[in-house]
């Protein structure tokens, strides 16, 4: 079948089962073509195309909706709502998101870029139509280990308590980004050796006997059902919160996927359907991957699985660079312990689980409680290291005020993917965190431009463990230094480069002071550079000799409330100093997906609109 000629969905309810599977067979080796050029996430969505092809072929989306909890396994939704032929742009600028995205077509009716909030949406859609009196199905589709995060429980609460039905759709992989962990997946487990256990009470009973197929159906799933009850498992946690039970059922089988769901769909009340799949089936680099390297990936070679571009070998990661330090403290230092919201290798973390297995905890894909985790294990006098993505870091906001801020409890904080991270677009830029973390009290935060100063701060950390100490670092790579750093860093004290008589006064932190050092320093304008490595507490004692009658400028790469340079503004106003400030930084927006370079242009932040930018500022000035 030609993929790109796909319009909508209703074709599909004219397939038979071996058609079917034929375009299962086609769309992975589509997948895995496309992919291997743009990049993308390849595995979870291999592991999804039975399932959403028969999710498609059972409802009828859009009157139906469907939508993917996170929404990075949405690309076969997205094929067969017309949208193939534009994944040559998949993740490019102004191109077709990663996601799903509800500008981009009526079947997107839900948009997220992290875990466990679609059972929420389903819920409150599912009120709204019976308000409405209208009837369709409502079908969210969530992973094993994005069900036990704490909004997925809450919405099942909530939904186990009212009428309104909505058919949720468990997609057991087994896997998060790497391999689930916890009490649950241990239940899931004890399900999936179980063998088939159907269960939906009296509907299920109705569905079943009213032909002598049915009836045969009936009684064999139910002296397996008793058998696992008394044998194995009693009631499921589903019907525990108030909702039925369906599964497990083979998520590769396209049989058993049409008739369960047909049963659910008959179905009068809410259901779990628990489908088991294989992350990366049909591509055995990544049916073979339990560290998480496949789930998203950069282009690649199909035949061997290398990396078309891979980092020189001069070069690591920040993520890296962060987790080795902390894993050489942690052999002298037996206080040390590490924690990880499900991201042992997107935060290199992978050597600290191997050699420090009993002071490494991954608590899965539960942010909140791996900050307060964190809090309690600072008040048992351990010295905890947690490593988040900035755009996950988010949720835990509440966990960090009032649990380790209010408290000034010592523990590091690694806040990852910090600034502009390329592909994964809007829902994954780590711009707002100084926004939330800047206004807390007794928060140290620093954004180190170079390894050296990432390691120092680290030792002031170990060295003091007095409070918070927030390390943001971005996404990409560094130079490698195995240059062994034992001195501290002190706290709140910025670095000055450049001229002495210099025309204007830059003032950044992170990588940008690199970028910025690079691009001017064959230019015809002299700039005095400040490496404002330390956000919070801000160098004020630098800040006052700053005071000239030259132009000041603060250039970041996150958003401008609560930023730097209005922090800045703020102390000077206070002071009584009369000085502008030209900042440069991310507008009140959401920014668009593409590459850094792209999305910097993009924001008006690119090294040479900056500079013309500077060159206006001093010309101004000039002429005044």
């Given at each position: 079948m030609d993929l790109n000629k796909i319009k909508d969905p209703s074709f599909l309810k004219e397939l038979d089962i071996r058609q079917l599977n034929q375009l299962a067979s086609d769309i992975r080796e589509f997948l895995i073509n496309n992919i291997s050029k743009t990049g993308g996430h390849l595995s979870s969505n291999l592991g999804v195309v039975e399932l959403t092809i028969a999710l498609h072929y059972v409802f009828n989306s859009p009157k139906d909706k469907i939508f993917f909890d996170v929404g990075h396994q949405s690309y076969v939704h997205k094929i067969l709502?017309?949208?193939?032929?534009?994944?040559?742009?998949?993740?490019?600028?102004?191109?077709?998101?990663?996601?799903?995205?509800?500008?981009?077509?009526?079947?997107?009716?839900?948009?997220?870029?992290?875990?466990?909030?679609?059972?929420?949406?389903?819920?409150?859609?599912?009120i709204a139509r019976d308000l409405d009196k209208q009837n369709f199905s409502v079908i969210p589709v969530i992973g094993d280990a994005a069900m036990v995060g704490g909004?997925?429980?809450?919405?099942?609460?909530?939904?186990?308590?009212?009428?309104?039905?909505?058919?949720?759709?468990?997609?057991d992989n087994q896997m998060a980004i790497g391999k689930s962990v916890g009490g649950f997946n241990d239940?899931?487990?004890?399900?999936?050796?179980?063998?088939?256990?159907?269960?939906?009470?009296?509907?299920?009973?109705?569905?079943?006997?009213?032909?002598?197929?049915g009836k045969m159906i009936f009684n064999i799933s139910k002296r397996v059902k008793d058998f696992v009850k008394h044998g194995l498992i009693d009631d499921t946690i589903f019907e525990d919160f108030g909702v039925d039970y369906l599964g497990p059922v083979n998520g590769h089988d396209f049989d058993d996927l049409i008739r369960v769901l047909n049963l659910a769909k008959a179905s009068k009340t809410s259901v779990v359907v628990h489908v088991v799949t294989k992350k990366g089936k049909g591509y055995r680099y990544a049916e073979n991957d339990f560290a998480g390297k496949w789930h998203g990936i950069a282009p690649f070679n199909i035949s061997d699985g290398t990396i078309k571009n891979p980092e020189p070998e001069d070069k690591t990661t920040w993520s890296k660079?962060?987790?080795?330090?902390?894993?050489?403290?942690?052999?002298?230092?037996?206080?040390?312990?590490?924690?990880?919201?499900?991201?042992?290798?997107?935060?290199?973390?992978?050597?600290?689980?191997?050699?420090?297995?009993?002071?490494?905890?991954?608590?899965?894909?539960?942010?909140?409680?791996?900050?307060?985790?964190?809090?309690?294990?600072?008040?048992?006098?351990?010295k905890p290291f947690i490593s988040v993505y900035s755009s996950f870091l988010q949720r835990a906001y509440d966990q960090i005020n009032h649990d380790i801020a209010r408290m000034d409890l010592g523990c590091l904080i690694c806040v990852d993917r910090c600034g502009f991270v390329g592909a994964d677009g809007p829902t994954h830029h780590g711009v707002f965190d100084l926004g939330i973390l800047n206004p807390l009290p007794n928060v140290i935060i620093c954004t180190p431009s170079n390894s050296k100063d990432v390691k120092r701060f680290i030792n002031t950390y170990l060295?003091?463990?007095?409070?918070?100490?927030?390390?943001?670092?971005?996404?990409?790579?560094?130079?490698?230094?195995?240059?062994?750093?034992?001195?501290?860093?002190?706290?709140?004290?910025?670095?000055?480069?450049?001229?002495?008589?210099?025309?204007?006064?830059?003032?950044?932190?992170?990588?940008?002071?690199?970028?910025?050092?690079?691009?001017?320093?064959?230019?015809?304008?002299?700039?005095?550079?400040?490496?404002?490595?330390?956000?919070?507490?801000?160098d004020f004692e630098l800040l006052d000799r700053l005071v000239d009658d030259k132009p000041l400028i603060v250039y970041e790469t996150e958003l401008k409330i609560n930023s730097l340079s209005s922090n800045i503004a703020y102390y000077y106003s206070q002071k009584g100093i009369l000085k502008r400030i030209y900042s440069f930084g991310v507008d009140?927006?959401?920014?668009?997906?593409?590459?850094?370079?792209?999305?910097?242009?993009?924001?008006?932040?690119?090294?040479?609109?900056?500079?013309?930018?500077?060159?206006?500022?001093?010309?101004?000035?000039?002429?005044?």
């Open positions: 709502t017309g949208r193939a032929s534009q994944f040559n742009t998949l993740r490019k600028y102004q191109g077709l998101s990663g996601f799903q995205k509800r500008c981009e077509s009526e079947h997107d009716v839900w948009e997220a870029g992290h875990s466990s909030t679609a059972l929420s949406g389903a819920v409150a859609m599912a909004e997925s429980l809450e919405a099942l609460n909530h939904l186990g308590s009212i009428n309104n039905k909505v058919i949720i759709i468990l997609n239940f899931l487990s004890s399900i999936r050796l179980s063998g088939t256990y159907n269960n939906l009470k009296e509907d299920y009973r109705n569905i079943t006997s009213k032909n002598k197929f660079l962060v987790a080795d330090h902390i894993e050489k403290k942690m052999a002298s230092d037996q206080d040390i312990v590490a924690i990880t919201p499900a991201m042992i290798h997107g935060s290199a973390m992978d050597s600290i689980f191997v050699h420090y297995p009993d002071r490494s905890f991954d608590v899965g894909i539960a942010e909140e409680h791996a900050l307060t985790f964190t809090a309690g294990l600072s008040i048992a006098h351990k060295k003091y463990n007095d409070h918070p100490y927030i390390l943001r670092i971005p996404r990409g790579s560094i130079e490698i230094d195995d240059t062994e750093v034992e001195e501290i860093l002190p706290i709140g004290k910025w670095s000055v480069e450049g001229f002495d008589d210099h025309e204007i006064t830059i003032i950044s932190y992170g990588q940008n002071v690199n970028m910025i050092r690079d691009f001017y320093k064959d230019k015809d304008i002299k700039i005095r550079l400040v490496d404002a490595k330390f956000i919070k507490p801000m009140d927006h959401f920014s668009v997906q593409g590459s850094i370079e792209e999305i910097l242009k993009d924001e008006g932040l690119d090294m040479e609109s900056f500079y013309q930018k500077v060159k206006e500022i001093i010309d101004e000035k000039r002429e005044n």
